[in-house]
């Protein structure tokens, strides 16, 4: 089974590569986002007990997101393999996670950090902002914070995997295809 964590800063490209990826390999797309609305819209008892946390303005607590990613789990039974889009963010999501696919008998295979220049980040948020209306990809030192905040407590995940020899860096300067050709180059190496 190949399971990917797709890695990097906002405006990296995480999400339009994700969708190749998912094409090229046959995998199914684990973005917590769309989970946590989802489980939302379905008011599922983790969607319900998700909200409550919500509403008061605090974070899902971890142990809901993995009991999220693990009902997506179950319903592949047949998947080929995943790719996690935005999970794990910390050290602990990441042992949390592991914790969850020994239990299944299968692993990360690799962590695929997209690395790209900040000023290339800021051009492509902008960029992105100005098409889908979205206030956060429109406000300079918004994006900048939230690239400092990936910087110092996102990026640490990198030695999580790093350390089980499952971390890769893939160059993500370039056209959307030769990032594609990186990043596919660097699943088949494996």
Do not use: W
Not at 20 to 32: A, G, M
Not at 168 to 177: D, L, Q, T
Request: include cysteine; proline fraction near 3%; charge should be negative.
């Amino acid at each position: 089974m190949l399971n990917i964590v797709l890695f990097g800063p906002p405006g990296a490209g995480k999400g339009t590569q994700a969708v190749k990826l998912i094409d090229q390999y046959k995998l199914v797309h684990l973005s917590t986002g769309d989970i946590l609305r989802s489980e939302l819209a379905a008011e599922t008892k983790l969607g319900l007990k998700a909200k409550r946390y919500m509403d008061r303005g605090e974070l899902v607590p971890d142990e809901v997101v993995i009991g999220m990613i693990e009902t997506k789990l179950d319903q592949n039974p047949d998947a080929k393999g995943f790719i996690f889009d935005g999970f794990p963010r910390t050290q602990a999501q990441a042992r949390a996670l592991d914790n969850l696919l020994s239990g299944k008998n299968t692993a990360i295979t690799t962590m695929l950090a997209l690395e790209v220049e900040k000023q290339e980040l800021i051009q492509r948020l902008m960029g992105r902002g100005k098409v889908s209306g979205r206030a956060d990809d429109q406000d300079i030192s918004v994006i900048e914070n939230r690239i400092t905040v990936y910087n110092r407590e996102t990026s640490p995940v990198i030695d999580y995997y790093e350390g089980q020899g499952k971390f890769k860096a893939v160059n993500g300067m370039g056209s959307i295809e030769e990032i594609f050709d990186r990043l596919c180059s660097a699943i088949d190496s494996i």
